[in-house]
C-alpha cells in the first residue's frame, strides 16, 4: 500500500494515511493546476469510490488536514480496499492524468 499506512488507531478503529506531498505523482498532479495536499487526495478517493468501488460507499469517512490524507472507520477491509485503489494512482503518472480529467469531464471539483 505504499505511500500510505493503514494504523489501529485503537481496538477495532484503523485509519488509513497519506503523507500528502511525498507520491511520485505530486509533480503531475501540480502541472494538472492541483495542490497535492490532503483534501485534493479526498477528491481522489471520493471519486475513485464513486466510480470504481461503489461497494465501499459509507464503510468509513474522511478527515484530511492540508499535509495529510485520512480516512478511518472499523471496517478494516474497506480501508485496506481503498488504500490499495489509492496506491495504484499515487504510482502511475498516467492513471493520475486519465483520473483528474474524467472527473472534470463530469464535473467533479477536487476540493484543494
Known sequence: MTPLTLV???PGSY????????TQVDGVVEELGHE???YF?????????????KGL???FSYDP??????????DRTALEELGGLL???AADAGRMRKLVASAESTGFEFDD
Open 15 to 22: 485509519s488509513l494515511l497519506l503523507d500528502a506531498g511525498t
Open 8 to 10: 489501529e488507531t485503537r
Open 65 to 74: 488536514e492540508g499535509g495529510m490524507f485520512c480516512a478511518c472507520g472499523a
Open 87 to 89: 496506491s495504484a494512482v
Open 36 to 38: 497535492p495536499n490532503g
Open 57 to 59: 460507499e459509507g464503510r
Open 41 to 53: 487526495w479526498e477528491g481522489v478517493a471520493r471519486f475513485l469510490v464513486g466510480t470504481e468501488a
